[in-house]
Antibody, heavy 126, light 108 residues
Framework: QVQLVQSGAAVEKPGASVKVSCEAS????????VHWVRQAPGHGLEWMGM????????AYAPKFQGRLTVTGDMSATTVYMELSGLTSEDTAVYYC???????????????????WGQGTAVTVSS | EVVLTQSPATLSLSAGERATLSCRAS??????LAWYQQKPGQVPRLLIN???RRATGIPARFSGSGSGTGFTLTISSLQPEDSATYFC???????????FGRGTKLEI
C-alpha cells in the first residue's frame, strides 16, 4: 500500500542539527512532490519546504531559508529534512506528505496532501 | 507569500447542525486550495482538494466551495466524530510554495 514511513523521535541540544528521513513506498516515487510540515505543541500546521523528485529541486518557506535543507535519495525513494541551528521553538512533530497536480497543463487540478507520514517528534532541550 | 486567514477560530455547534468554516487568501490562489481535518494526536486527513472536490472516502456531508480569495468548508448535519481542527492549505504550482491557515477548532 501507499505509505510514507518516517524515522524515529529525536532529542537534540540547542544549536545542533536534526535530520529526519521519509521513505516512500507503494507508488511511483518521482511523480509526486514530497513536503515537510511541522506542528509545535498546541499549534497549527506550518509548511516548511518541499522536494521535487522528478527534477531533484527544492523550495523552502522564507522563514526557513538558510536553516533548512531537503534532499532526496532516488534509489532509496527517501526524502530527508535537515534543520540546523535548533532552538526550543523547533520542538515539534515533523511530518512528510506528498502531493501532485492532476489534469492538463492548461487546466491543472490540485490534488492535496493525500498521504502523510506518521510524524517524528523532535525535542530541543539542553 | 500568500497568507490564509481562517474564521472563526473556534466554533461550537450541536449534532445535526450545519457548520460553515471560512478561509480567505491574501491574494488569488485560483482553486489550488485544500482542506484537512485533524483530531488530537492524529495525522491530518485530506478532506477537500482543488477547492471543491471531495477526497477519496470522505463522506458526502463535507463540501467545499469558492475560488480566488474566498473559500468555504461546509459540514451539513454534524456528527459527534466531526469534532476536530480544520485547516485550509494553499499551494502554488510555480514557483512551488505552500502555506496553511491557523485552523478552526470545531466542537460538537
Amino acid at each position: 500500500q501507499v505509505q510514507l514511513v518516517q524515522s524515529g523521535a529525536a532529542v537534540e541540544k540547542p544549536g545542533a542539527s536534526v535530520k529526519v528521513s521519509c521513505e516512500a513506498s507503494g507508488y511511483t516515487f518521482n511523480i509526486y512532490y514530497v513536503h515537510w510540515v511541522r506542528q509545535a505543541p498546541g499549534h497549527g500546521l506550518e509548511w516548511m519546504g518541499m522536494f521535487d523528485p522528478s527534477y531533484r529541486t527544492t523550495a523552502y518557506a522564507p522563514k526557513f531559508q538558510g536553516r533548512l535543507t531537503v534532499t532526496g535519495d532516488m534509489s532509496a525513494t527517501t526524502v530527508y529534512m535537515e534543520l540546523s541551528g535548533l532552538t526550543s521553538e523547533d520542538t515539534a512533530v515533523y511530518y512528510c506528505s506528498r502531493d501532485i497536480f492532476g489534469g492538463d497543463p492548461e487546466n491543472y487540478r490540485y490534488n492535496g496532501l493525500d498521504v502523510w507520514g506518521q510524524g517524528t517528534a523532535v525535542t530541543v532541550s539542553s | 507569500e500568500v497568507v490564509l486567514t481562517q474564521s472563526p477560530a473556534t466554533l461550537s455547534l450541536s449534532a445535526g447542525e450545519r457548520a460553515t468554516l471560512s478561509c480567505r487568501a491574501s491574494q488569488s490562489v485560483g482553486t489550488y486550495l485544500a482542506w484537512y481535518q485533524q483530531k488530537p494526536g492524529q495525522v491530518p486527513r485530506l478532506l477537500i482538494n482543488d477547492a471543491s472536490r471531495r477526497a477519496t472516502g470522505i463522506p458526502a456531508r463535507f463540501s467545499g466551495s469558492g475560488s480566488g480569495t474566498g473559500f468555504t468548508l461546509t459540514i451539513s448535519s454534524l456528527q459527534p466524530e466531526d469534532s476536530a481542527t480544520y485547516f485550509c492549505q494553499w499551494r502554488s504550482h510555480w514557483p512551488p510554495m505552500s502555506s496553511f491557515g491557523r485552523g478552526t477548532k470545531l466542537e460538537i
